[in-house]
């Protein structure tokens, strides 16, 4: 392998380490086998990306038994799924353990959302 491309491909892995916790995230932590989390898929994950707060705070899963990223940090264990963190350059802000159905994950999410000054007005 060149000198070239090894640099090239390191230069891509701390790109994307970086640019992972920049700016608003949430961060949903799951497990195989979580009924609310394929709740939340069915309901929820196929229309997130396109709604105004799916664009202000992207998604980024993490399965609940995997190691904790190094560019993130939670103020408390993660203890249930599914638990929905959102976090700022790196950092929890807030967080929804459990979830409540559609309606009220809409309404969770806008607080947490207006608590954190993210503008979602698109």
């Known amino acids: ?8 491909s390191l230069f891509l892995s701390l ?5 992972a916790a920049a700016g608003p995230v949430l961060v949903m932590v799951e497990e195989q086998g979580c009924v609310w989390c ?4 069915d309901e929820i994950a196929h229309i997130y990306p396109k709604t105004t707060e799916g664009k ?11 190691a904790r ?15 929905f963190v959102l976090m700022v350059d790196g950092q929890e802000v807030s967080r929804i353990e459990g979830y ?3 309606d ?11 608590d954190a000054s993210i503008d979602v007005s698109g």
């Open 38 to 41: 394929a709740q939340w898929n």
């Open 56 to 66: 202000a705070a992207p998604l980024r899963r993490l399965d609940i038994h995997a």
């Open 100 to 102: 409540p159905g559609e």
């Open 15 to 19: 790109s994307s380490a970086f640019s």
């Open 1 to 8: 392998m060149s000198l070239r491309l090894i640099l090239f």
């Open 69 to 83: 990223p190094d560019d993130l940090t939670f103020s408390q264990s993660l203890n249930f799924t599914p638990t």
């Open 104 to 114: 009220f994950f809409w309404g969770l999410l806008g607080q947490m959302l207006s």
